[in-house]
C-alpha cells in the first residue's frame, strides 16, 4: 500500500490554538478597557501674555517651546512622564503637577514632592531638593536630570467634546531607554539645541491593536513587545492555514500485493479480534486481548500501546484454508453472448482501398469474434471459448458432440428454468478442439427478432459461474425489450422499470460472488441504457464501452488479455478510534471495500482522517504516531483462500507545509478520479462535484507550493478528463425518470463514469499523453 502523504495530516483545532497562543499587547498600547477611547487633546490655558496671546491653541512644537522658555524666565514648564492609568481622579489631581504653570519671580517656590518618584529619583532623606525654578543647576548634589523624546504633534481629534475631568498625559516615546545624566553633565539651554525627533515607527498606529505571539522567554518576550510582532521563524515555514480537501489518501495496488511471492505464507487463521478483526500477533489462541484499534483515544495514543503494536505483524500472507481441496482445472471460460436482434442489420459504410461498402452491425460483430478465436487458437489453444445469442430466443450454441439449446417464449420469463438450462449444459471444450465449429457457427448468424438480453446475460453469468475467473462479453446495439431486464418500459410501466434496474443489479451480485467478469459493449449511435447494464461490469470488475463497428476487434482483444488474477476480493482499511474511513459509505473507523474479480491493473484508494466534531481528536497531537492496518482477502484462481495483512506507523502531523511538501499528485489525481465518479454513478451529481472541487483546490496548492513544472502540465491535462465532473455534468444526463425525480446517465455519461470509477494510475497517464 501507498500514502498519498508522508504524515496522517490533522487540521490544528481551535481548542488545540488556544492553549498553545498566549495573549500579549504591546508595551506602546494603553491598558485594555472595557470602553476604552483615545484620549482627546484639552485645549490649553488662556494666555496671560501678549507673548502667549499670539501663539496658536495648540501643543508648541520643541522649536517653539525652547524659543519661549529662553524669553521668558519666569515661564517654566515641566513635562513629567507618567503612565496611563484608569483612575479619573488621580489624573485630575495630578492635572496640575503635569499642565503648564506661571509663577512670578518673587513668589515662593514649593519643594518637590517626591513620594511618587521611583526610589532611584528620591534624594536622600538629608537633603533638600532644589526648587523648580532652578531645573538645571548642576552644582546641586542628589539631583538627576532626564532627557527624553518629545512626541509628535497628535492630529485633532475634537470629534468629541472635552472633558475637563481628563487628565491630558503625553504618549510615550519611541521606545529608545532613556539616559540619565551625571552630576558633572553640563546643559545649557541657550546653546544645545534639542536633538531632531526620530521618525515614528511603522508599527505604532493611531488606533490600537492587539498582537498576538508565541509564548517565549520572559526576556525575549520584552524584547518582542518593543520591537513590534514576531517574525515567523525561518524553521517554520509561513504556510500554516488549514488545507481544503483531504490529503490522508491510501492507495492499494491488488496485482502488486496478490502476486508478490516473497512473503512468507503463514499456515492457518491468524489471531484476530472478536470486535474488529485486526491481526496483531499470532501467540494469543485465536483472539486478541488488548486491541490497538479497539482502544480509546487516550490508550492508543500512548506509547505503551504503540509498542504492543508493533509487535506483531507487519506484512503476513496466511494460507486461510490448507486443507481445502483445490480445483481440478484452473482453465476460465470465455462466453460471448451477442446480440442478433433485427436492429443489428443497420449498415454503415465503409471505405477499402478506394471502393465504398455497406456492411451491418452484425457483419462487424462477426468479423471482431472470429479474429479473436483465431488469436486465442494461435496463443492459449487451451482456452474454452462458449458462444451464445439472442434475439426473441436465447440460443446456447454446442459444439461437435453436443447440439445447440434454444429457450423461448415464458422461458425466457422464468429465472428458476434458464439457471437449471445453464447448468445442465456442458462447458465446451478447449479451443483446440472446437475451432472450426465455432467459427462456422458465428459466420451463419442472422439478424431478426427482438432483444432478449436480460435472459441471456442470466445464462451466461450462470455458465460461467462454474469456474471463477471466467468472463462474459456482451455486445448489443439496443435495449432490451423483453419481459426479463426490460429497459424500454421507461415511459409507461414504473414499476417494470424498477424490477429491471433491481434485476441487473442482482445480477451484478450473483456474478461477482461467483468470481465472473462481465464486460458490456455497445454500437456508437446506440441507446442501450448502460447506466443499468452497466451495474453488471462495474460490480464484477468488468469495462463498459461505446466502440464504432470498425474498432470492435480491439476492444474484444484488449478485455481478453486483462486475465483475471483473484477472485472474490475485500479490502479492510483499520484505523485508530480518532481517524475515520471517509467515502461514499463511511463505517467509523474500519472499512470494507467489496472488490470482487482483480487483474493486473486494479487499483483502489480510501481516504480517511479526522472527525472533526468528535472530541477524541484531541488524542491526535501533532509529533505522534498512529498504525493503520490494511487486510486484503482472496481466492486464488485454484481456489485457496489467502489473506494479506499489512500495518504501517504514521506520523501524525498538523503543519501544511510539511503534508503539502510530501504530497503525491498521482495518487490523489486517481483518488479524485474515483470519489467524484463513484457519487456522479449514483446520482449524487453536486456531492461529486463538491468531492472533485475540494481535491482540485489541494492539488492546485500543493502545485504552488512545491513549484513543480512537470506536476503542472500534468494535473492541467487531468483538469480536461474531470471537466464533466467540475463543469458539464448535466450534458451527459436524460431527461428524468418516471420512476423518480433522479436523473439517469446517457450511454456516453455512463462510460465516461463507470471508466473514471474504475481507473488507475496507468490508464490516466495513457489518457495524457494521447491528448498530448
Not at 506661571?102 to 533638600?128: C, D, E, F, I, W
Request: negative net charge; contains cysteine; charged residues 20%.
Amino acid at each position: 500500500m501507498e500514502f498519498a502523504c508522508g504524515f496522517v495530516y490533522v487540521p490544528p483545532s481551535v481548542t488545540q490554538k488556544d492553549k498553545q497562543r498566549l495573549m500579549k499587547r504591546s508595551a506602546l498600547l494603553p491598558p485594555a478597557a472595557a470602553n476604552w477611547k483615545r484620549p482627546i487633546i484639552p485645549p490649553p490655558p488662556p494666555p496671560n501674555s501678549s507673548a502667549e496671546a499670539k501663539t496658536p491653541k495648540t501643543l508648541l512644537s520643541p522649536p517653539k517651546f525652547i524659543e519661549q522658555l529662553e524669553k521668558n524666565k519666569e515661564v517654566k514648564q515641566v513635562v513629567k512622564l507618567s503612565p496611563f492609568y484608569e483612575n479619573a481622579a488621580f489624573h485630575k489631581k495630578t492635572e496640575e503637577a503635569s499642565s503648564v504653570s506661571v509663577t512670578p519671580q518673587h513668589t515662593p517656590t514649593p519643594r518637590r514632592k517626591t513620594a511618587l518618584l521611583p526610589p532611584h529619583m528620591r534624594p536622600p532623606a538629608n537633603s533638600q531638593s532644589p526648587p523648580y525654578s532652578e531645573p538645571f543647576n548642576s552644582s546641586i548634589t542628589n539631583n538627576q536630570t532626564f532627557s527624553y523624546d518629545l512626541p509628535e504633534a497628535e492630529p485633532d481629534l475634537n470629534a468629541q467634546p472635552w472633558d475637563p475631568d481628563y487628565s491630558y498625559t503625553a504618549p510615550e516615546g519611541t521606545g529608545a531607554p532613556v539616559r540619565l545624566l551625571t552630576e558633572n553633565s553640563n546643559i545649557s539651554p541657550q546653546t544645545s539645541a534639542p536633538p531632531p525627533l526620530p521618525p515614528r515607527p511603522s508599527n505604532m498606529k493611531s488606533v490600537p491593536e492587539y498582537l498576538m505571539v508565541l509564548p517565549t522567554s520572559t526576556s525575549s518576550s520584552q524584547k518582542s513587545l518593543s520591537e513590534g510582532p514576531v517574525p515567523p521563524s525561518p524553521t517554520r515555514p509561513a504556510d500554516k492555514s488549514p488545507l481544503q480537501g483531504n490529503p490522508n489518501v491510501m492507495l492499494v495496488s491488488l496485482e502488486k500485493l496478490i502476486s508478490e511471492e516473497q512473503v512468507q505464507i503463514i499456515q492457518g487463521e491468524p489471531s484476530a479480534c472478536s470486535q474488529c478483526g485486526s491481526v496483531l500477533d499470532s501467540c494469543y489462541d485465536n483472539m486478541v486481548d488488548l486491541c490497538y484499534f479497539c482502544q480509546p483515544c487516550e490508550s492508543t495514543s500512548s506509547p505503551s500501546s504503540s509498542q504492543s503494536l508493533l509487535t506483531g505483524y507487519q506484512d503476513g500472507l496466511f494460507l486461510l484454508n490448507p486443507q481445502e481441496k483445490l480445483l481440478g482445472s484452473t482453465n476460465a471460460l470465455l462466453l460471448f453472448c451477442i446480440d442478433i436482434s433485427g436492429s443489428m442489420s443497420i449498415t454503415s459504410q465503409v471505405l477499402e482501398g478506394e471502393e465504398v461498402f455497406h456492411r451491418s452491425r452484425l457483419h462487424f460483430v462477426q468479423e471482431a469474434v472470429l479474429q479473436c478465436v483465431q488469436m486465442l487458437s494461435e496463443q492459449q489453444p487451451d482456452t474454452q471459448v462458449g458462444l451464445i445469442t439472442f434475439n426473441n430466443q436465447v440460443t446456447l450454441h454446442g459444439y461437435e458432440n453436443f447440439t445447440s439449446h434454444f429457450l423461448s417464449s415464458a422461458e425466457l420469463a422464468d429465472v428458476d428454468y434458464l439457471k437449471e438450462a445453464a447448468a445442465s449444459f456442458p462447458v465446451p471444450p478447449p479451443l483446440s478442439h472446437t475451432k472450426d465449429y465455432l467459427q462456422r457457427q458465428v459466420r451463419g448468424l442472422s439478424e431478426s427478432g427482438t432483444t432478449a438480453l436480460g435472459p441471456a446475460a442470466l445464462l451466461a453469468i450462470t455458465m460461467a459461474s462454474r469456474q471463477p475467473g471466467s468472463k462474459v462479453i456482451i455486445c448489443t446495439d439496443g435495449k432490451a425489450n423483453t419481459d426479463l431486464g426490460n429497459l424500454e418500459v421507461e415511459d409507461d410501466d414504473a414499476r417494470t422499470l424498477l424490477s429491471s434496474t433491481i434485476f441487473y443489479q442482482d445480477l451484478g451480485e450473483y456474478a461477482a460472488n461467483q468470481g465472473v467478469t462481465v464486460s458490456v459493449l455497445s454500437i456508437e449511435g446506440t441507446d442501450c441504457r448502460l447506466d443499468e447494464l452497466g451495474r453488471l461490469a462495474d460490480r464484477t470488475g468488468g469495462k463498459v464501452v461505446i466502440a464504432s463497428p470498425n474498432m470492435l476487434h480491439p476492444e474484444f482483444e484488449q478485455i481478453i488479455k486483462n486475465r483475471t488474477t483473484a477472485t472474490h476480493c475485500t479490502v479492510t482499511l483499520l484505523l485508530p478510534q480518532p481517524l475515520r474511513v471517509r467515502g461514499e459509505r463511511q463505517s467509523g473507523h474500519k472499512g470494507t471495500r467489496e472488490v470482487g474479480n482483480v487483474d493486473p491493473d486494479t487499483e483502489i484508494t480510501f481516504q480517511f482522517g479526522a472527525n472533526e466534531h468528535d472530541a477524541e481528536v484531541s488524542a491526535l497531537a501533532s509529533g505522534s504516531c498512529v498504525s493503520i492496518q490494511v487486510q486484503v482477502r482472496y481466492r486464488q484462481r485454484n481456489g485457496q483462500r489467502m489473506l494479506r495483512v499489512i500495518t504501517a506507523e504514521r506520523e501524525v502531523t498538523d503543519d501544511s507545509s510539511a503534508a503539502l511538501s510530501s504530497l503525491s499528485l498521482a495518487i490523489i489525481q486517481l483518488n479524485s478520479s474515483q470519489a467524484s465518479a463513484a457519487l456522479a454513478v449514483r446520482g449524487r451529481f453536486l456531492d461529486a462535484r463538491r468531492e472533485g472541487e475540494l481535491q482540485r483546490k489541494l492539488i492546485e496548492r500543493a502545485i504552488e507550493h512545491n513549484r513543480s513544472a512537470e506536476d503542472k502540465e500534468t494535473y492541467q491535462e487531468w483538469v480536461k478528463t474531470m471537466e464533466p465532473i467540475y463543469n458539464n455534468i448535466h450534458n451527459f444526463t436524460r431527461r428524468n425518470s418516471v420512476v423518480s425525480d433522479a436523473q439517469f446517465l446517457t450511454d456516453a455519461g455512463a462510460v465516461l463514469l463507470y471508466t473514471m470509477k474504475h481507473s488507475n494510475r496507468k490508464s490516466i497517464s495513457l489518457k495524457n499523453k494521447q491528448k498530448l
